[in-house]
């Protein structure tokens, strides 16, 4: 071209030819573009389609560039003139190498404020038109095509398919599938990210696939040297208040392996937000679907974890060292883990919940389905057919605390201790079902350390060698307003006490139909003090020893009814007094009832008369000998000072008409003052003076006068108007 032009300008006559002219500038143009990429037409969005046969100039779908490639470097080029990329179906290999001795470092490396949007047939006019299932868009890393099961021929492989690092403003990469990256290698940053490396910046990575990638090294040392993050590597350093966030919407991480942290994904001194996302069949040493450490944390909302597997703790999600972590409404089956954990491990983070969300056939040797050594809170979740080598098929607590509200345990399975929960530090379990499951010791639950309370709860059908529905061993268990029926042990059916350290309070609580093939049909009490105040225990059996209760030397009973338990049952079926309480000498009892009840042994208020319980119930018929015979004063026999519980098992007010009754119910209608079993004009003449307002911290009081006592319908030790719209609704016009 040069030498033409050159011809041109010194012929006059070619110069004045107009065909001639448009020769010259069409050099000129080629002059200019030679070496670049194709310009793209102006405008915020360039398109790319692998099978354009147009310009290739990105301008449209029918002048598309072929190459993802030209499209990012053109973006780069312009100055922030382009902000979306449009990519049609088709496999697209990265080609610009971040070392140009080595053809693995070749990535995606997308560009500050350009935006990436696959999954387009190449036709449509907006984003809202794709269809992304029916046109896969791929970037994969497999260079040469032949990449085969459980990651033979990778070695040739991209190390990371897509880089997104270092940027100001916020992206969105929405639409394609990541896979065959290979991230191996000995240095950091190398082993890390094999489908998508981010550093530094808080992308939006949304309807996107990650399938198939690898990433570690061959040489381990510290937990968080030898690489992860086989899917996705997130890492935000310096740390920010408040934290910067990566989010994840939509994805799919299925089949990534690493020999480090996080199959699928690996934030390490980062947070992300993952919301509607799915794990399925990765792998990992820690953190099979998701692992995290040295970060604000994480949150998963709304999110499926299925048969992913990690060697060592975590096999759907790990969490350690981190401030909080969020479970929001997901579900985890068929994860595993060769240590704790089988779907998550929660490891040294400040907070932890887990809310509304499923685990099932989790497996792993400790905590099949949870394992927690930080703060961690369930509610509303369920927890069936997990199990668990060691202890706590369902939530295994080594440390640190556990509160559990409205949850369900059903059907899970330890070898050891805890075939639901298995206890180290402060728990609390409230307004819990725990149903079918089973362990050596401890079916329910089994504690082994701190303070535990356990309320509001119904804990049947477990089975255990030892403490079928509970199992204390070594901690301060507080057991209040809770059933424990129809449980099946060798020793200790309902409740197994026996532990040099071991206090067990059980208050206002239901013991029925529970059987012992040994002893103890409803508790077996061995080292440390067990106290039962205002239970029932009843329906009780034991092949044995104790149909209702195996005592010892610190066991006491106050304003309790204990009454047909039966030893022998397929033979003379006893029902004296020794079937109720075996080793009754050892006990202190005080104002309660006990069949058979012979007086030898001392206390005060005690009576061996029919409780009259309501036919196939346990309430108390009006006239029981259990009405208003119990002790109201504060308790001085047991090393701690205890005033009468607030509530019964029904949740209706202690000390209805002046008296506390024996067992775990209270006769009586709420507001009743005058004791006449209705509640009238006369009764709401004392509301007055009884009102007292919601109470604070700093102001409520510990009970009310016997006067006032009725109208507390919520036993919080005032009377305020929710009490008056319980009381009301058993109001009688005269």
Sequence with gaps: ?????????????AAADPNALSALLAALCGLVSAGAPASAAAGPVVYVAASSTGANDGSGWADAYIDLQSALDAAEQSGGAITQIWVSAGTYKPSKRTDPKDPRSATFNLID?????????????????????ANPTILSGDF???DEPEFVNYEENASHVVTVADMEESIVCDGFTVSGGYAWGATYGSDRGGGMYISNTTPLIRNCTFARNFAGRDRMSVAHAYGGGAGAYVVLLPAQDPPRIVRFVNCKFQGNVTVGIGGGVFLFAAYADLTDCVFDGNRAMTGGGLGTEKGYGFELHSSTFGNNNAAWDGGAVSGTYNVA????????????????????????????VIVGSAFEQNAAESGGAVLSYGSTSVSETFFHNN??????????????TLAANGCTFFNNSANRFGGALFVRGDSELRASFLSGN????????FTAGGHVRVSESLIEANSAFIGAGISNQQATVRLHRSTLRYNLGDVGAALAHNGSEADTEVVSCLIVDNHASLYGGGFAAGAGPLSIINCTISENTADALGGGLIASADTSLLNSIVWANRIDPTGEARHDEVAQIEGIEFATINYSLIQGWSGVFGGEGNLGLDPWFVVDDFHLEPGSPCINTGLTETIDWVPWDLPPPALDLDGKPRVLCGRVDLGAYEFGLLGDVDCNFVLDLDDFAAWAGCATGPSTADTAVAHLDSVCTPFDADGDGDNDLRDLAKVFTNFQMP
């Design 113 to 133: 404020g350009v935006s990436l949007y696959g999954g387009f047939a190449g036709f449509e006019s907006s984003i809202d038109e794709r269809n992304i299932e």
């Design 438 to 445: 089973t362990a050596a010791n401890g079916g329910g639950i």
């Design 144 to 146: 040469n095509g032949d």
């Design 387 to 400: 199990t668990a080598i060691s202890d706590g098929a369902a939530i295994a607590v080594q440390a640190g």
């Design 1 to 13: 071209p040069a030498l033409r032009i050159t011809k041109l300008w010194q012929d006059p006559a």
């Design 325 to 352: 972590a969020m479970i929001d409404k997901c579900v985890f089956g068929n994860n595993t883990a060769g240590s704790g954990g089988g779907a998550v491990f929660l490891a040294e983070t400040l907070t932890s």
